[in-house]
């Protein structure tokens, strides 16, 4: 007797087939047999006609990991099909830790703080807490390199020495027997910025022998893309590890066009080593607000940072920096989310409009509040052009990744005008790639935008018995209506979960049965097996 069987859908199995008519039957955690199953007995039928039946997608590119443990349901998550999730993006993990750099570590990744106690110092110490408050879904945890350089090296602006590069890797090392499933950079954060290349091929070189990924947030978007794409490149290519390149972008107007250079340049690596990379459907990024700032002024940690906006001299050297570059508009940036409860009325308005409301110019508007929020304040800011970012997207390289920050308490329980105005990526990336780029604008096969989001994921991760829809697989599995299935969420109201998602299973367990939540946590913390 099967637990559930998904009666008349037409499944697309993850591997860029196209929709076939066939019933799956779950046992247990697993996906127990696929084909012509509609007289089988089941504990529960489920009719899928005029549905297709999926893997449960993977989310290339998350910062879940200290939200998890606030909020393990991760309603977002689940309502948009997503059962894996990759966290410790960007160079922002919260693991490697050090007891003496505890505090400065979390304030600067302030952006993953989440206001839990971050009691854990080995790798295993941190998957273990994880694993313990039973999250909804699966995770893929990769070492963030702001925290195994800060870790070894503090927050100094140098390079490593060759001792320190030894530690680095003898803790990276440690990391991945416990679990990691590779190294993820944020070059345009410190500490990760100060790394030279040479630095970052040899903790890969540490990667690669262990077969697992180098996801690089890579030094910059905009002005200089083509350079940091180079170099991204050649780190994999030196070092021999796989490569993914995080939430793919030309950012800013002057820019706008550049993908299709660097799209060249990824396909031409490709072709004679693993190369992929991902991007979210939407124009806007999110990030800290103090990203705004020069990088110097970022330089040696948030405490020091701080300290500079309180020397009037040194201020006022940063304000000018931001007021004299014309690609800062500052109409186009949203505050997301601020830490204190003064200043919530300002989340959802832009740095122009709240500018006015305190009697200041918008540059120093930006200091007070970073200042006033200890850095834990973020922003949604509209840098990309529509064009780019669907050119991106329906590449055969490109995964998804939402690149979502947090997971806000579930709005069916909470006020969502309590919460802040997290990017809408949170709750709609998936449903939208296939609102948008499937259903509206043919741009992709309903086949393929499933294969970026399951199959080929799967492979990237070296997920064992996930990412398909195959028998003895893990039934990770969504049902959705393809007539329906669209993102809800906007900037303006950010907390609405997706239509058209009816079934979630995670491990062989409904998250989401009919539409509705169920508030099960079946997910796994996955470990890293090798390659
Ligand atoms: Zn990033």
């Known amino acids: 007797m099967f ?113 839990v106690e971050w009691r854990w110092q080995r790798f295993a110490d941190y998957l273990t807490a994880l694993e313990e408050v039973k999250p909804a879904i699966n995770t893929v945890a990769l070492v963030g390199h702001c925290a195994l350089r800060a870790a070894v090296v503090g927050f100094k602006n140098r390079p490593a020495t060759d001792d320190e590069l030894k530690a680095m890797q003898r803790l990276l090392r440690e990391c991945m027997d416990e679990g990691a499933f590779g190294l993820s950079s944020g070059l345009v954060y410190p500490p990760s910025a100060y790394a030279p290349v040479d630095e970052l091929v040899e903790l890969n070189k540490v990667v690669a022998e262990r077969g697992g990924i180098y996801a690089t947030h890579m030094r910059n978007e905009s002005d200089a893309l083509v350079a940091a794409v180079a170099e991204a490149l050649q780190t994999a290519l030196r070092s021999g590890v796989r490569l993914q390149i995080s939430h793919h972008k030309a950012a800013r107007k002057p820019n706008w066009g550049k993908v299709a250079v660097t799209l060249r340049m990824i396909e031409d690596a490709a072709l004679r080593h693993d190369v992929s990379f991902d991007a979210y459907p939407y124009t806007a990024g999110s990030s800290y607000l103090a990203q705004l700032l020069p990088l110097w002024a970022l330089e040696g940690g948030a405490s020091a940072m701080l300290q500079r906006l309180r020397d009037p001299q040194t201020r006022a050297q940063i304000r000018q920096a931001m007021e004299s570059d014309p690609a800062l508009d500052f109409t186009a940036v949203r505050i997301a989310s601020v830490a204190s409860d003064d200043y919530k009325p300002l989340q959802g308005k832009t740095v122009a409009e709240i500018a006015e409301l305190l009697q200041r110019t918008p540059a120093e508007a930006v200091l007070h509040l970073i200042e006033h929020e200890q850095n834990a304040v973020t922003m949604v800011w509209f840098v990309m052009d529509e064009a780019d970012v669907a050119q991106v997207l329906t590449h055969p390289l490109c995964l998804v990744g939402s690149d979502a920050l947090t997971i806000p308490s579930n709005p069916l329980t909470v006020d969502p005008q309590t919460l802040p105005k997290v990017h809408p990526r949170t709750y709609g990336t998936f449903p939208r790639v296939l609102r948008w780029l499937v259903r509206e604008t043919g741009k992709l096969r309903w086949e393929d935008a499933i294969a970026k989001m399951t199959g080929k994921a799967a492979d990237k991760l070296r997920l064992k018995e996930r990412g398909l829809l195959r028998e003895g697989y893990f039934a990770d599995v969504v049902v959705f209506d393809p007539e329906r299935i669209a993102d809800r969420a906007t900037y303006d109201e950010p907390h609405q979960p997706a239509d058209g998602i009816e079934w979630v299973f995670v491990n062989g367990q409904p998250a989401i049965a009919d539409g509705r939540p169920t508030g099960a946590r079946s997910g796994c913390v996955l470990r890293f097996a090798g390659a």
């Open 3 to 115: 637990d559930y069987l998904i009666v008349n859908g037409r499944i697309i199995d993850g591997t860029g087939r196209p929709p076939a008519f066939a019933d799956v039957a779950i046992a247990g955690d697993r996906i127990a047999a696929i084909g012509q199953l509609f007289h089988a007995p089941a504990r529960y039928r489920i009719d899928a006609a005029g549905k297709f039946v999926a893997p449960g997608f993977i989310d290339m590119h998350t910062h879940y990991d200290v939200a998890l443990l606030v909020n393990p349901d991760a309603f977002n998550v689940v309502s948009q099909g997503v059962t894996t999730a990759v966290i410790g993006n960007c160079g922002h993990s919260p693991v490697p830790i050090t007891d003496e750099r505890r505090d400065e570590l979390r304030q600067l990744l302030s952006v993953i703080e989440a206001g």
